[in-house]
């Protein structure tokens, strides 16, 4: 029996049928079977299978969220936990298909949660430069009787070479001013007023507390158990790429990163292994050539949590 949802829930969910038509937009490799553009594709096969056709220097920014190091089903597949020393091998198998198809200036991003993340720069460090580890704090996370609630999820940046993007103007941030200070004049400095708030614009941190992970009365929200909120890739992309650049996902699931760089005027390459992903992924790439908007980001600036 099926339920029927809430008025306000915009949870995107597709019936058997509507995902079958949707994935045969998906393109999908073989021996036999080239294809000459990539630009704006979802892949429908295995990550791993999927890396040996694509050709080589053509993408700008790699973001990645690969299977934590946890046993999770993902539609009607599961990735099971394994060793420290197994995880990092299986990371090692991708990355380093992974070092060719990038420009010699591309950024890369990978996501971690708190256990799985002490893996990433022992591999990725073989092949990229670590510039950074960004910190976001997630709104959600089950309490644990006899542990510290896991509310922290982890962005490792590297870089292909040290010439690389970064558009710091692009993702400064919009703060309260706590002490507004005035020049001689009695002029703002380095702030503005508006409707009796006072706001500056400053350099971001790599400790990120303004981020809301997708719930059942946001419209990005899918039934994909590990999504990725629209605002925290748009900060990704608009920090290391520019309009018209290559973004790939190599584990695209849900489609954030496609679609977020779709909004933005990137070109996109994203793969997906299940149907299920591949069709949401689809689904809502066709509703952002109608709704650009990106929750949490407005008029070219990101607003804390409080602001909305």
């Not at 703060?175 to 400095?189: D, Q, T």
Request: net charge positive; charged share 30%; hydrophobic share 35%.
């Amino acid at each position: 029996m099926t339920k029927n949802k809430a008025m306000r829930n915009k949870t995107i969910s597709l019936s058997s049928k509507d995902e079958i038509v949707l994935a045969r937009e998906a393109i999908r490799f073989s021996p036999q079977k080239k294809i000459a553009d990539l630009t704006d594709k979802i892949v429908w096969q295995d990550t791993f299978y999927a890396l040996r056709y694509l050709p080589d220097n053509f993408v700008d920014l790699l973001v990645a969220d690969p299977p934590y190091n946890l046993t999770k089903s993902f539609g009607g597949r599961t990735f099971k936990q394994m060793s420290g020393d197994e995880y990092c091998k299986w990371l090692d198998k991708w990355l380093s298909k992974i070092k060719r198809i990038l420009k010699p200036n591309a950024s890369i991003y990978i996501c971690a949660d708190w256990k799985s993340s002490i893996m990433i720069p022992q591999i990725a460090c073989k092949y990229f430069i670590l510039q950074n580890r960004i910190s976001w704090a997630r709104d959600k996370g089950r309490a644990a009787a006899n542990n510290w609630k896991n509310c922290m999820e982890d962005i490792w940046f590297f870089t292909n070479s040290e010439n690389y993007t970064f558009n710091l103007d692009k993702v400064k941030v919009c703060r309260p001013v706590i002490a507004p200070y005035r020049n001689e004049k009695g002029e703002p400095k380095d702030w503005q007023e508006k409707d009796g708030v006072k706001t500056r614009y400053t350099a971001p941190s790599n400790m990120w507390d303004d981020i809301t992970i997708p719930f059942w009365s946001m419209a990005e929200n899918t039934e994909h158990p590990t999504q990725k909120p629209e605002k925290l890739i748009a900060k990704l992309i608009l920090a290391s790429s520019n309009e018209g650049d290559m973004v790939f996902d190599p584990f695209v699931g849900s489609g954030t990163t496609a679609v977020v760089a779709k909004k933005l005027g990137r070109r996109y390459l994203g793969i997906e292994r299940e149907r299920k992903y591949v069709a949401v992924s689809l689904k809502r790439l066709h509703d952002a050539d109608t709704n650009k908007a990106i929750q949490g980001y407005e008029n070219g600036v990101f607003k804390s949590r409080n602001f909305g």
